[in-house]
């Protein structure tokens, strides 16, 4: 691989033929053109296969358009050629998805032999389940008229309770005195600083995030209750008894499976907090913040340059798989990484898929951290999972949220794996291992505690507004629960901090990380077992058919396992619980000096 590798992704060839904001511009006019034309209906099997084809199509390049302007927003923070680009977007997301209500409609209607006929096409034939999901959809949904009628009305209401968070969120400041002087920290600041280094800034900070939430907290505590009252009428015109009917539908789970992996998660609670206990030992504390259980209680400099941390993620993904291996070598070598440190860059870290071109972009901040390397690994691991469903139809590749995560954290595995098994001295391999339990236990008790407000949290609301104390009560007790009593301070305000709990689009979107988690420690357990040679194409095909299958389908075929049942989650967890042993064992000595 070559070396003075690139730290800039380049994003000028994804729109081509003049001006990126020209030709983008000119996709996005076409694309509304395209969808002003068409008409949804149905007449023969042969009018309805070009229709569907039609639809595919507008979906895959839509997306395209929707996922550079998002890398362009990253670029050009608060840009307002941008923001304008995004508000097209927007509008034509909402009259695509229209035309698939539509369409959802008219597949119902198609009687019993005719559908039949129409998906022995090869070409509809690919994506058979996307199209017997939309077409079973229409029994658990209000008419077509209403359902048209909900999505329109939901753009300047339900929709936009959610941009007036993002909105009041970016424009929260929160006055801290660090290092004797006041700063005032923006919300992505204090998220940052809840997990600093130094645990005197850690308690800082979020002492000056309560005090600011004692006056400022209503108004998100308002915008929580209309998003979530919105919701809950909704579920109720279309007769859902349960709150989780939508997301388990939207990740293609089942209540058996959820119910299945969150049973093993309470039952194994003290096992992972064990790890806790003894973090909160070595940095000298009785009892750890909820705020401390991911901050590394030593810091592991990699001392790697981007380069050599790129040919170490290249050489230990070939151990796996080679073609896992040319995949993160293209990635580096065509400069579709953004990796730089500079001060004006946003925080996070992300993968977006630009899968007509058969290319990825990955974005993140490097410093040369242990940490950051495993945080490339995570986003090499989405790129490939984006390589491998490249050539299926678009409806074939819309993989759900609880499977978003497993290609990454599985990459994350291997990558971590390695280096602590080749860490030079008990320390640093002690290190390492703190922080794969500290992300863990984040996954699996931090996003528990989540799933536990939001739950309790729409039962209260079906009986009117839930009060602000009441929020911030609840959230501390779901905190507490999940890390089983044993931190002596929570973080009640992480319902405001949070944006997962205001998104429309994805409901509950907090059990599909502990999903993604799990499944991924699953087929790692696998890959150990078989062998990575041998695992590594069933692993490909696994990933391929992400699109294609419920969760349970694909793991009883490619797995041969039973997600109803709690032997597969238990024997996840038992690798984590492994890991809180040999990290326990390791730090004995550190403890009795």
């Known amino acids: 691989m070559q070396t003075k590798l690139s730290q800039n992704w380049n994003l000028d060839d994804i729109f081509t033929g003049g001006k990126q904001s020209e030709a983008l511009a000119a996709e996005m006019t076409q694309i509304a053109d395209a969808i002003s034309e068409l008409i949804v209906s149905y007449k023969d099997c042969d009018q309805l296969k070009a229709l569907i084809l039609m639809l ?19 670029e050009h923070r608060g840009d307002a050629q941008v923001r ?41 034939g690919a994506i058979k389940f996307y199209l017997d999901e939309r077409r079973e959809r229409v029994h658990d949904r209000m008419s077509g008229e209403q359902e048209l009628l ?12 959610s941009n007036l968070y993002r909105t009041l969120q970016h424009q929260l400041r929160v006055p801290v005195v660090l290092d004797g002087a006041e700063q005032e920290l923006s919300a992505g600041q204090v998220f940052g600083m809840l997990h600093h280094r130094d645990r005197a800034v850690r308690i800082a900070v979020l002492e000056a995030l309560e005090s600011k939430m004692q006056g400022e907290a209503e108004l998100f505590a308002a915008v929580l209750n209309h998003i979530s009252g919105f919701r809950l009428a909704l579920y109720k015109q279309r007769g859902w008894d349960s709150v989780l009917q939508e997301p388990l539908s939207n990740n293609r789970l089942s209540q058996a499976t959820l119910d299945a992996m969150y049973q093993a998660v309470d039952r194994n609670r003290h096992r992972l907090t064990s790890f ?25 400099s990699t001392n790697l340059t981007f380069d050599e941390a790129a040919a170490l993620i290249v050489e230990q993904f070939h151990a796996f798989s080679p073609h896992m291996s040319d995949f993160a070598k293209k990635s580096f070598e065509q400069e579709w990484v953004e990796a730089e440190e500079r001060p004006d860059k946003p925080g996070g870290g992300f993968c977006i898929p630009f899968i007509r071109k058969g290319e990825s972009r990955l974005y993140m901040s490097y410093r040369g951290r242990a940490s950051d390397m495993m945080v490339l690994a995570h986003e090499l691991g989405h790129g490939y999972h984006n390589e491998v469903l490249c050539g299926l139809p678009h409806f074939a590749q819309e993989y759900p ?31 390492l291992l703190a922080d794969k339990l500290g992300r863990g236990l984040l996954m699996v008790l931090g996003v528990y505690g989540a799933y536990r407000f939001e739950r309790v949290f729409y039962e209260e609301r079906k009986s009117g507004i839930v009060p602000t ?10 905190q507490r629960h999940a890390y089983d009593g044993v931190c002596d301070r929570y973080h009640p305000y992480q319902w405001v901090l949070q944006g997962h709990f ?22 790692y357990a696998q890959a150990k077992q078989r062998g990575a040679g041998e695992f590594a194409d069933s692993y490909r095909s696994l990933l391929r058919d992400t699109g294609s299958m419920t969760a349970e389908e694909l793991a009883s075929r490619h797995l041969g396992v039973d997600l109803t049942k709690s032997d597969f989650w238990q024997g996840a967890i038992d690798l984590l619980a492994a890991d809180v042993e040999q990290f326990l064992q390791l730090t004995d000595t550190a403890v009795e000096n």
């Open 150 to 161: 909900v999505n329109d009305l939901a753009a300047d209401g339900y929709h936009a309770w």
């Open 401 to 431: 949220m609880s499977l978003a995560e497993t290609a990454s954290t599985f990459a994350e595995l291997i990558v971590m794996d390695a280096a602590i098994e080749q860490a030079p001295a008990q320390e640093e391999k002690a290190a």
């Open 469 to 478: 104390e009441r929020i911030t009560e609840l959230m501390a007790d779901a």
């Open 502 to 523: 205001y998104m429309t689009d994805n409901p509950f979107y907090n059990f599909p990380y502990t999903f993604g988690y799990l499944f991924s420690m699953g087929l």
């Open 276 to 300: 806790l206990k003894r973090k909160g030992e070595l940095l000298g504390v009785d009892r750890l913040m909820m705020q401390d259980s991911n901050v590394p209680f030593q810091e592991v």
């Open 84 to 124: 304008q680009l995004q508000g097209t977007a927007d509008g034509l997301r909402a009259k695509h998805t229209a035309l698939m209500i539509r369409l959802e409609q008219v597949l119902a209607q198609v009687p019993q032999a005719a559908w039949a006929e129409l998906l022995q096409d090869e070409q509809l």
């Open 56 to 74: 595919q199509e507008l979906g895959s390049r839509l997306q395209e358009c929707e996922m550079f302007i998002f890398c362009l927003s990253y």
